[in-house]
C-alpha cells in the first residue's frame, strides 16, 4: 500500500533531499508531493487527499501555523511541523493548533522518517490489535480479517486494502485517482476503471455493508459509518 504525503517548505534543496530518502528508504512506498509556497500549500492541503502533510512554519505568503488552523476546521490528516524555531513557545502553539508532531531544523533524516513512521502506523490503524470498524464493518489490519455483522467475510488482497483505505477516511471522499496511488502504487500503469471493478467485488463480498460504500459521481468512492 502507498501513502500519499505533501511536503510545504520553500527550500527546493531541502524538498528534494527528503524526497529522495523517502523513496529509497521506503522503496516506493511514500510518494511526496510538495508545495512551495503556504498559499500553494494550503490550496493543496484543502483539495487532496493526503495520509500526512509535513509543515514548514516560516514560509512565503501564509505561515505554517495559519495553514493548520485553517486545515484543522475540516480535517484530521496528521501534520507534522519542520521548522527552525526552537522555543518551546513555538511548539507548544503548534500543538495547540492541532500539530501532531515537531522536528527542529537541522534535523536528522532518519529521525524524520521515523516520526513519519510511527505517526501513519497510529493514525492509520496499524498499531497492534488495533480493530477499525464503521458501522456494521469492522477490520482487523493484523490479522488480515474483515467482519460484518461479527461474521468473518473472505476479501481478496486488493479488496482488503480498498476497504482499509475507506475505513481509514470514513465519512470523506476519497478519490479514484488517490485509491489508485494508494491501493495499486504510484506507477500503477492502468485506468480508474480497475477502481470501479474492484469496488464492485468488495461490494459483493460485504453483503448487506455494501450500502456502506456510497459512490460519488465523476470524483469517487466514501465509506458512510452506517447502513
Known amino acids: 500500500m502507498a501513502f500519499i504525503l505533501l511536503l510545504v517548505e520553500d527550500d527546493a534543496e531541502l524538498r528534494e533531499i527528503i524526497a529522495d530518502y523517502f523513496t529509497d528508504k521506503s522503496q516506493g512506498t511514500y510518494h511526496i508531493e510538495f508545495a512551495a509556497t503556504g498559499g500553494e500549500g494550503q490550496q493543496k492541503c484543502l483539495e487532496n487527499d493526503y495520509d500526512l502533510v509535513l509543515l514548514d512554519v516560516m514560509l512565503p505568503e501564509i505561515d505554517g501555523f495559519a ?92 479488496e482488503f486494502n480498498l476497504l482499509k483505505t475507506l475505513m481509514e477516511n470514513q465519512g470523506r471522499v476519497v478519490s479514484r485517482e488517490s485509491l489508485l496511488i494508494r491501493v495499486w502504487g504510484y506507477d500503477f500503469e492502468g485506468n480508474d476503471r480497475v477502481v470501479d471493478n474492484h469496488i464492485k467485488k468488495l461490494r459483493q463480498s460485504l453483503g448487506t455493508a455494501a450500502r456502506q460504500i456510497k459512490t460519488v459521481i465523476k470524483i469517487g468512492y466514501k465509506l458512510e459509518g452506517e447502513n
Open 67 to 158: 495553514i493548520c488552523r485553517e486545515l484543522r476546521k475540516r480535517s484530521e490528516v496528521p501534520i507534522i511541523f519542520i521548522t527552525a524555531r526552537h522555543k518551546e513557545t513555538d511548539r507548544l502553539h503548534g500543538y495547540q493548533l492541532g500539530g501532531d508532531d515537531y522536528i527542529a531544523k537541522p534535523f536528522s533524516l532518519a529521525e524524520l522518517y521515523a516520526k513519519v513512521t510511527a505517526l501513519i502506523k497510529r493514525t492509520k490503524g496499524m498499531v497492534k490489535n488495533e480493530i477499525m470498524t464503521a458501522g456494521s464493518i469492522k477490520l482487523d489490519p493484523f490479522h488480515y480479517a474483515a467482519y460484518v455483522n461479527d461474521e468473518e467475510v473472505i476479501l481478496a488482497p486488493m
